[in-house]
């Protein structure tokens, strides 16, 4: 079992960054794909940005992009989301999730699929 913990949330200004953080305890992530979702009030989950097990590859949402820069930290065991000109419509609770596969499964990830294991979620709110 892999228990993902987020953090790194908050209230933030419009123009202004944050950085989210996910923690592993259980196994390492080193072989896992690694990616994070956002869910906005009222909305559905969304793919937010993803990274493969050797960051080799990243994946994000046209939202993301530009904006967000996923990262992994493998002495840490950790992976991170760099989120900068943050705009309100950025909030949501933002949720990190790994894939077994270790593979970037972008299409699984937009369409919901594809995540093995999920942490809890950490709460971004973005005033105007």
């Known amino acids: 079992q892999v228990q993902l913990v987020e953090s790194g949330g908050g209230l933030v200004q419009a123009g202004g960054s944050l950085r989210l953080s996910c923690a592993a305890s259980g196994r390492t992530l080193s072989t896992y794909a690694m990616g994070w979702f956002r869910q906005a009030p009222g909305k559905e989950r969304e793919f937010v940005a993803a990274?493969?097990?050797?960051?080799?590859?990243?994946a994000y949402a046209d939202s993301a992009k530009g904006r967000f820069t996923i990262s992994r930290d493998y002495a840490k065991n950790t992976v991170c989301l760099q989120m900068n000109s943050l705009k309100p419509e950025d909030t949501a609770v933002y949720y990190c999730a790994a894939d077994q596969t270790g593979l970037l499964g972008y299409s699984d990830y937009v369409l919901g699929y594809g995540m093995d294991y999920w942490g809890k979620g950490t709460l971004v709110t973005v005033s105007s």
């Open positions: 990274i493969s097990w050797n960051s080799g590859y990243t």
